[in-house]
């Protein structure tokens, strides 16, 4: 153990980390493209945009140079009451790639507390108006993050456990999965029949934390567009899915029906810095219209709109939205398609899906899928020996990789994976993990 593992143990606890039992982390001294090097000369692969954020691969110098330039001009001022050039310009970039029914953009400083404003926002939407509405639909298996308000619209379970006493009241319908498609319809109408709902907060097309899981989009349409007609608000959390991650620059671009709320973080700054915005129509801000003050959206952080994150995040846009990006995303889809299909018959191998730039299975095992499935113990460790990093949720195994990955690199991947496959019964017979 290195002098640094040391002090890390002295004084970090680590997010999502058992206390005991678990390996010691590695220590990265540096990382360039889409590779971490450690301290004792190993590189890993970061298949997973180190948890989904880092799109344009790590130290890109065109961010590097951004965050330098902006640090040395301007590197923070209360946004109450004082404004910058930084945050103007990533505004009005975003509503130019945003659903045409977005008008305006709040900052906050990461997902979960961009979910938490467009709760607020909803909520009090309709107290402004002197209406009182108190439920919220949610769809059950979501992750929205890990505040209270977040987590009282996601899945309850060994997560929440310990806070569910505190936790508001939540209307869930079950994941459409294809088979139960109907009875999440009507479940979905019958909530929306009691007149009583203020939002609709889902995660377009696909749920991250719960496995990768792709849904109809056409049943999706369906329920924002009656959850609209009937005056709910509907909140897409595209914290995840945005940017890119599905295909389109936002997972809302291949609906029919565009929300009235929407929540980016992660790779909104090509992984350099936390930043969350909350995004929302004309309307929804016209009910806070008012000279009465008890009308403001009382809602702010100390680092709102921080000039360094809005400059990166500009550079990140430049990035995004080239020509190369656009072919590298369509790319990695083609390339994951084509892997699917070869490891799709493979009797280890359950429910393959490729939804733009993100592959995802289940590996057959005796456990439902679930996060606790005993399989994530054996897939992490393995991976990281080879050179790879991969954070599996349960017994899914999915890839998430930086846009910029090569081929040859996926291919190193890919056949990692299938060697896995080949291996893991005799490694588990052999007690070998």
């Not at 009583?196 to 989009?217: C, H, N």
Request: contains cysteine.
């Amino acid at each position: 153990m290195t002098d640094w593992i040391k002090r890390d143990e002295l004084a970090i606890w680590h997010p999502f980390t058992p206390l005991r039992g678990m390996e010691k982390p590695l220590m990265v001294e540096r990382a360039e493209g889409v590779n971490l090097y450690t301290d004792d000369g190993k590189t890993i692969i970061d298949a997973i945009s180190s948890w989904w954020v880092n799109i344009h691969g790590h130290s890109h110098p065109h961010l590097a140079q951004a965050i330098a330039t902006q640090a040395s001009r301007l590197e923070h001022v209360i946004f109450a009451g004082f404004t910058h050039e930084p945050a103007i310009r990533l505004a009005e970039r975003l509503l130019q790639i945003l659903p045409e029914n977005q008008a305006k953009i709040f900052y906050s400083d990461n997902g979960s507390t961009a979910v938490e404003v467009a709760m607020k926002m909803a909520f009090q939407f309709f107290h402004n108006q002197g209406v009182e509405k108190r439920k919220i639909i949610a769809i059950d298996g979501a992750y929205h993050g890990d505040t209270f308000g977040a987590m009282s619209v996601g899945e309850r379970g060994p997560f929440t456990s310990p806070f569910d006493p505190y936790l508001f009241e939540v209307d869930f319908v079950d994941f459409p999965n294809g088979e139960n498609d109907e009875q999440v319809w009507q479940h979905f109408q019958e909530i929306i029949a009691t007149n009583d709902v203020a939002a609709f907060i889902y995660e377009p097309i696909a749920q991250g934390a719960s496995g990768m899981r792709v849904y109809d989009k056409k049943l999706l349409d369906r329920m924002i567009s009656l959850a609209q007609a009937e005056g709910v608000i509907c909140i897409a959390d595209e914290v995840m899915t945005g940017f890119g991650r599905t295909g389109e620059l936002f997972a809302a671009d291949a609906l029919e029906t565009n929300p009235d709320i929407m929540c980016l973080s992660k790779g909104l700054t090509g992984g350099a810095l936390a930043m969350g915005v909350t995004t929302c129509t004309q309307k929804i801000q016209d009910a806070y219209q008012s000279s009465d003050l008890m009308k403001t959206f009382f809602h702010g952080h100390s680092f709102t709109a921080n000039p360094i994150t809005c400059a990166v995040a500009n550079a990140s846009l430049d990035l995004l939205l080239t020509d190369e990006c656009t072919a590298n995303r369509a790319r990695l889809n083609d390339r994951h398609t084509t892997f699917g299909k070869k490891i799709a018959e493979h009797p280890l191998v359950r429910n393959t899906r490729v939804l733009g730039t993100i592959i995802a299975f289940e590996l057959n095992t005796d456990r439902d899928t679930s996060y606790f499935n005993e399989a994530r113990h054996h897939l992490y460790p393995y991976f990281i020996e080879k050179g790879i990093l991969i954070r599996p949720l349960g017994n899914v195994i999915y890839l998430i990789p930086p846009y910029i990955i090569s081929n040859n690199e996926l291919d190193f991947i890919y056949q990692t994976i299938f060697n896995f496959l080949e291996e893991y019964p005799t490694l588990i017979k052999n007690n070998a993990l």
